[in-house]
């Protein structure tokens, strides 16, 4: 008696997989990228957008859409378990402004391309991927993948075009300053500063 | 033998690489644990001189390479370079079609025939790609470092070249590989090799007019350039020698994902 209770409760553990770690289903996940899509769009092309406002709109689409405490973790890498709190979110406020300032300018050059969302696959680790690709206009196409996990929410925890992983390259990155900086996260920081030109 | 600007340069280039292995040597490795352990995902064993000869690269590029394919981008009508582009691309695909062969890809060696019998002929000298305007045999390259790969040969330690930039033992080898293979080479006499020359001038200025906004992007938005590159490089290396098939990305059913073997699963690269 006892073990079939326990066999079904495995059985509705199973089943939801909701219970069983938050598995965000497929089409949910690229209701998500196609509305981020339709949003980036219409919020992020026009021409008549000063850069400032494009800028604070873009933010606001990488902070609503993106995991940036998990991408910031991830391309912290070995280093985030020795960079202290105030490191960590110094980090993570800085490594936002570069993603803003390299590009968000992107969209001002819009020139009416989309990308379609052309399927979606359901990883071991319980996140999405999410395949799009965007035709340019000569004639190329472009592969870009969208990793999603649900993170209190769906969020993008990462974005692939054409097999190059864009917190990969940053962890690459990030991890080269850092190791070039003698080990240390200030030294990452300081770069970061200097970058953006900010604090 | 198909020129190269590998060719053009390759005494000053021994000279220099000779030199940079003295002065620099390489890079030792680090006793800390964590630090050992980028040393090892990094497998850039000659970082300093890796990263000596990229100067150079880029100090090459921007006073001479990234101005001609500026020249190139803003003076020729957009037709004209996609031709261009197609004719540089039609008539690589001996050497396409030879790796797809050797890799055993059979419906692969057949696009690249197909293509080249269509485009060679319809597409007047290549210039037009009727084949995937019209029928829509999609162009995919290839070459020999990913042939190499396929057979199980690793990639070796990252190494930046003089001029050609980032690569590795495998790939270099596999550049020098395909040179050898293209019989456009093997048909001219030697008094019109000129042409094969020119031919990879511009083939070097068209890859290089493609990726003018590509490469500015990538420089603004990394703070350690090489590091970049190198896992750029490595990623996209890898991605290109899966041989991703566009098809199985359409396919969506989700059962797919788990039952179908041949359904491939983008896989997301790790490895730096």
């Known amino acids: 008696m006892q073990r079939r209770s326990f066999l079904a409760a495995a059985a509705a553990l199973l089943s939801f997989p909701s219970l069983a770690g938050a598995a965000p289903s497929t089409a949910d996940a690229q209701k998500f990228i196609d509305s981020l899509g339709e949003a980036a769009i219409s919020s992020l092309t026009g021409t008549d957008l000063s850069e400032d406002e494009r800028e604070t709109r873009f ?4 902070e609503s859409h993106f995991d940036l405490p998990g991408i910031s973790k991830f391309v912290l890498a070995r280093y985030w378990r020795v960079a202290t709190d105030t490191e960590r979110a110094d980090f993570r406020r800085l490594f936002e402004t570069l993603l803003v300032q390299a590009y968000a300018k992107k969209f001002a050059e819009y020139a009416g391309e989309r990308f379609k969302v052309s399927g979606a696959l359901a990883n071991d680790d319980g996140s999405i991927t999410v395949n799009s690709l965007i035709d340019r206009p000569n004639g190329d196409q472009i592969r870009l993948d969208w990793r999603i996990e649900d993170v209190s929410g769906l969020k993008i925890s990462d974005l692939i075009v054409e097999g190059v992983s864009l917190r990969t390259t940053y962890r690459s990155d990030v991890g080269s300053v850092i190791q070039n900086g003698g080990g240390k996260v200030a030294s990452l920081l300081d770069a970061l ?3 953006t030109g900010t604090q | 033998m198909r020129a190269s600007y590998f060719n053009l340069l390759r005494v000053p280039a021994a000279a220099l690489l000779t030199a940079a292995v003295l002065l620099a040597g390489c890079a030792t490795p680090p006793k800390d644990p964590d630090e050992l352990a980028i040393y090892k995902e990094n497998n850039d ?3 300093p001189m890796n990263r000596y000869i990229f100067e150079v690269n880029n100090g090459l590029d921007e006073l001479l390479i990234k101005p001609l394919a500026s020249w190139y981008n803003l003076m020729l009508p957009d ?3 996609q031709g261009v582009h197609n004719v540089l ?7 396409i079609f030879a790796n797809d062969a050797m890799q055993g890809n059979g419906p692969r060696a057949k696009i690249t025939a197909e293509r080249f019998a269509i485009n060679s002929t319809l597409g007047v000298a290549g210039i037009f790609d009727v084949a995937a305007n019209w029928w829509g045999i999609k162009h995919h390259d290839e070459d020999f470092g990913q042939t190499m790969a396929v057979w199980g040969v690793g990639e070796g330690p990252y190494l930046v070249l003089p001029v050609i930039g980032p690569s590795n033992p495998r790939d270099a080898v596999g550049y020098g590989v395909d040179s050898v293979m293209d019989p456009w080479g093997w048909v001219l006499p030697s008094h019109l090799q000129w042409i094969n020359y020119t031919r990879t001038g511009i083939q070097g200025i068209d890859l290089r007019s493609r990726n ?5 992007q990538i420089k603004k938005g990394s703070l350690d350039f090489y590091a970049t590159m190198r896992s750029l490089y490595r990623q996209h290396r890898n991605d290109e020698i899966k041989n991703y098939d566009e098809k199985s990305n359409n396919v969506f059913t989700p059962s797919a994902s788990v039952d179908d073997p041949s359904v ?4 997301l690269s790790q490895t730096n």
Do not use: A, C, Y
């Open chain 1, 59 to 62: 933010r606001g689409l990488l």
């Open chain 1, 193 to 195: 500063r200097q970058k």
């Open chain 2, 45 to 47: 064993p000659l970082e």
């Open chain 2, 79 to 81: 037709r004209v370079e």
């Open chain 2, 89 to 95: 691309t039609n008539l690589n695909s001996p050497v």
């Open chain 2, 212 to 216: 003018l906004e590509t490469l500015d």
């Open chain 2, 264 to 267: 491939k699963k983008p896989q």
